[in-house]
C-alpha cells in the first residue's frame, strides 16, 4: 500500500489489486476517519477526498491502521431488468462452454456488487457474479454501443447508460435509467450497491 497527497484536499491510496482496494473501502466506509468527507473507489486506487480542517496525516495513519473488511450492500438492491438478445451473447457461450441460455441463466443467477464507477457519467463496474462469465475484452472494440447495452469484460459486468464506443462482449439490453440528472443521486448503480440481473427477454 502507498499512501500519496493528491492535490490540497485529497489522499490517494494505491493497492496491489481490486481486492485489496474492496477490502479497504469496505473498512473505511463502515468507520470513516475523521475529516473524511467521501471515499472515491477504483481498481487499484481509493481516493479519500478531505473536509476542512482534516489532517492529512492523521488521515492516513487512520488507513494504515484500518483492517480490510467485507463490504455490507449499500442500500437495497438494485434490480437490472434484461433482454438477453445481445451480438455477443453466442460467442460468450461458446467461449465459457455455456449454452445461450446458461450464460443467461449465470448472469441472473449470482448476485452482483458495483466495485467502482467510471468511464461514462452512471457507468458501474460490476464484481462477484459467476465466475465462468469471466471472458476478455473485444479484440477489436465497437465505435458506437447502444445505451442500455449490458455486456461482460474480465471479471466485470456493466451497463452503458449512454451511447459510447467500447470493447465489452455485449450480452443483453436494459431499459433501466441507468444515468438521470432529475434523480438525486443521478447514478442509479453506485459503489457498494448490490445488483440483481432479472431476465426480460432472450433464450428461454
Known amino acids: 500500500m502507498r499512501i500519496l497527497p493528491n492535490g490540497d484536499a485529497a489522499i490517494l491510496v494505491e493497492l496491489p489489486d481490486l481486492d485489496a482496494m474492496l477490502g479497504l473501502y469496505a473498512a473505511l466506509a463502515a468507520d470513516p476517519p475523521p475529516g473524511v468527507a467521501d471515499l472515491v473507489p477504483a481498481a ?7 473536509g476542512p480542517g482534516a489532517r492529512p496525516a492523521d488521515v492516513a ?3 494504515r491502521d484500518a483492517r480490510p473488511g467485507a463490504a455490507a450492500p449499500v442500500g437495497g438492491a438494485v434490480t437490472v431488468p434484461v433482454v438477453y438478445d445481445g451480438a ?11 449454452s445461450p441460455a446458461e450464460v443467461v441463466a449465470a448472469h441472473t ?20 457474479g459467476d465466475p465462468r462469465l469471466n471472458v476478455p475484452r473485444r ?9 442500455g ?10 451497463a452503458y447508460p449512454v451511447e ?3 470493447g465489452w462482449r455485449l450480452i443483453g439490453r436494459t431499459d433501466a435509467p441507468l444515468w438521470d440528472l432529475r434523480r438525486d443521486p443521478p447514478a442509479l448503480l453506485r459503489p457498494g450497491a448490490e445488483v440483481r440481473f432479472v431476465r426480460a427477454g432472450g433464450p428461454a
Open 44 to 50: 487499484r486506487t481509493l481516493t479519500l477526498l478531505l
Open 61 to 63: 495513519r487512520a488507513v
Open 88 to 98: 455477443d451473447l453466442g460467442e460468450v457461450a461458446e467461449l465459457t462452454g455455456l
Open 109 to 128: 443467477g449470482t448476485p452482483w456488487r458495483v466495485a467502482f464507477t467510471g468511464f461514462a457519467p452512471g457507468f458501474g463496474y460490476l464484481t462477484g
Open 139 to 147: 479484440e477489436t472494440p465497437r465505435v458506437r454501443v447502444p445505451a
Open 149 to 158: 447495452s449490458v455486456g461482460l469484460a474480465g471479471r466485470f459486468s456493466g
Open 164 to 166: 459510447s464506443p467500447g
